[in-house]
């Protein structure tokens, strides 16, 4: 059985850190009993709940000042397109990008990486051409490079890793070569919880000329990113793990990739002007954002990234640490339990099974006492492939979580383990 060196620490509610313990009021949802019984929310990697703050800055934008943005020159438009851009310099901020014209607003971490695949890869893949992810991706950072290595003839390799979930970094120096033309890989596995170590792997990716797109769906939540310092040449992430709503997230691009990159999309306001033979696109970021975008979202996310950043990450990564730590010691000590993904530095992701039990039949009996883990592959099949498991139960923890929900976790588990077992 594989199971991560933790000792068990005495932990519970009444240690939770005193900053985050009043914050679990500020999310309205996890006041409510799901099947007679308290919430028990695990399920943050999926998608985390949001804060009275990002639910009001949504409605106020419907209240006071709803309309298009960067079109009319009323009021209203005035107003809403001040809001929309002040949410694109926060999330500048945010991320420490260079300028706010290299974050460009798009659906989700999944649009971001197929703009990529397709805007900057497919003009430049010839045949033989390689492409090189690793085996911990989501298949939002795997099939985009799928289809484009079909449409050009490139060919995409993948970094192996370790029976911890680890990067074997030996196969990452052998696998990068001279044919090399792009690296795209996770920063946070969400199927392992893995941090991989990105600041080097950049480096090494640069000394050879290869770009770099990390995908940071499952890391903007749980630490301070700096794309700058890192370096990497694209960023994408989801607001609705960190957060704030669906529909909205963010690719950062350094500025000269993202002009020499031709446009994703075609439509309105990614245009300077338009005749029936010829249009001249827009300049940096309005080129690739075709159409109208999620106006509440993106206000909805720069007030998310304001929540987060008057909380701090520090206080964020020391708690759910412990809560990670906590939590894995439980599960670990459960009979038959194998902890799935046990590297080093991981985030607060918990992912197992149980002998001779389906995760699909403990989310069920979990369902039925209040909590919520997401049980499957989680889009990770490879990685399923790799443990030699058909799915995992997940236990993902936000800064809203306590010891005793990891308890009642655990607690329920016995109870499957006595029905199921
Ligand atoms: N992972 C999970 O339960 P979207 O759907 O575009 O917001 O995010 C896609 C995505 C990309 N990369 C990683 C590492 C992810 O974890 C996800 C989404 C969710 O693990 C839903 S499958």
């Not at 009323?74 to 500048?92: I, N, W, Y």
């Not at 990486?113 to 051409?129: E, M």
């Not at 997230?249 to 993202?258: H, N, Q, R, S």
Request: aromatic share 6%; glycine share 8%; net charge negative.
């Amino acid at each position: 059985m594989s199971v991560p060196s933790y000792s068990i620490t005495a932990v519970n509610d009444a240690d939770h850190r005193p900053e985050l313990a009043a914050r679990r009021q500020d999310f309205p949802i996890l006041e409510r009993c799901v099947r007679g019984q308290p919430l028990v929310y695990l399920d943050n990697a999926a998608t985390t709940q949001k804060p009275r703050a990002v639910i009001e800055a949504m409605a106020r934008y419907y209240r006071e000042c709803n309309s298009n943005i960067h079109r009319g020159v009323h009021t209203l438009s005035q107003e809403a397109t001040e809001r929309f851009e002040e949410a694109r310099v926060k999330v500048q901020r945010f991320i420490h990008a260079a300028h706010s014209h290299e974050i460009i607003f798009v659906r989700g971490t999944t649009e971001a990486i197929n703009l990529v695949a397709q805007s900057y890869g497919r003009p430049q893949l010839k045949p033989k051409d390689e492409i090189l992810i690793t085996a911990m991706e989501h298949h939002s950072n795997i099939v985009p490079w799928q289809l484009l290595c079909e449409q050009t003839g490139a060919v995409l390799k993948a970094v192996p890793m370790n029976d911890a979930g680890e990067l074997l970094l030996d196969e990452y120096v052998r696998l990068l070569g001279s044919r090399t033309r792009m690296l795209a890989l996770t920063h946070v596995s969400n199927a392992l919880g893995t941090i991989n170590p990105i600041g080097e792997m950049i480096d090494h990716a640069h000394a050879h000329g290869v770009p770099v797109l990390v995908d940071g769906a499952q890391a903007v939540a749980h630490m301070p990113v700096d794309v700058q310092a890192l370096d990497c040449d694209f960023y994408a992430f989801s607001s609705h793990k960190l957060f704030g709503p669906t529909g909205i997230g963010v690719l950062y691009g350094k500025t000269a990739l993202l002009e020499a990159m031709p446009p994703y999309q075609g439509g309105g306001d990614m245009i300077k002007s338009v005749t029936l033979t010829k249009t001249q696109f827009n300049d940096l970021p309005y080129k690739f954002e075709a159409g109208t975008p999620h106006i509440a979202g993106a206000i909805g996310l720069g007030a998310a990234l304001d929540y987060v950043q008057e909380i701090g990450f520090e206080p964020i990564g020391r708690h759910e640490h412990e809560l990670l730590r906590y939590a894995s010691d439980r599960v670990a000590s459960l009979h038959g339990a194998r902890i799935i993904g046990t590297a080093r530095e991981k985030a607060s992701v918990l992912s197992f099974v149980l002998d001779g039990i389906h995760p699909h039949d403990l989310g069920t009996v979990l369902d039925c006492q209040g909590i919520a883990i997401r049980t499957g592959h989680h889009c990770a099949m490879p990685v399923m492939e790799r443990f030699h498991v058909p799915a995992t139960a997940r236990a993902s923890f936000a800064l809203y979580n306590t010891p005793g929900e990891a308890d009642r976790l655990c607690a329920a588990l016995r109870d499957a383990q006595r029905m199921l077992g």
